[in-house]
């Protein structure tokens, strides 16, 4: 099994930058991709980011191309998130994901269901 801690939550105004970061422990031998997802109370969890583990290749939803950036130490088994220019619609609970399964060349996933394990949370609140 996998386990994933999140860190890096926290309060900020708009305009500002947070970075979370995510550690996986256990059977990291099996990570092919990871991701970020986030979701409000009462919506559905939306895709933020996906990075892939041997390539390095990224790919992120339109609404934070050019202010989000997904990277990973693979020697430290930890994928990060660097948030600029953030906006009180980035509100949300973040969580890390963790995919198990092997990926298609040039396909990126999207989707909760392509990721096999979870971290916990961590709640970033952009407020005045």
């Known amino acids: 099994q996998v386990q994933l801690v999140e860190s890096g939550g926290g309060l900020v105004h708009p305009g500002g930058s947070l970075r979370l970061s995510c550690a996986a422990s256990?059977?990291?031998?099996?990570?092919?991709?990871m991701a970020w997802f986030r979701q409000v109370p009462g919506k559905e969890r939306e895709f933020v980011a996906t990075?892939?583990?041997?390539?390095?290749?990224?790919y992120y939803t339109d609404s934070v191309k050019g202010r989000f950036t997904i990277s990973r130490d693979n020697a430290k088994n930890t994928v990060y998130l660097q948030m600029n220019s953030l906006k009180p619609e980035d509100t949300a609970l973040y969580y890390c994901?963790?995919?198990?399964?092997?990926?298609?060349?040039?396909?990126?996933?999207?989707?909760?269901?392509?990721?096999?394990?979870w971290g916990q949370g961590t709640q970033i609140t952009v407020s005045p």
């Open positions: 994901s963790l995919r198990q399964r092997t990926v298609r060349w040039g396909r990126f996933y999207t989707d909760g269901n392509e990721y096999d394990a």
């Open positions: 256990g059977r990291t031998f099996s990570i092919y991709a």
């Open positions: 990075i892939n583990w041997s390539s390095g290749i990224t």
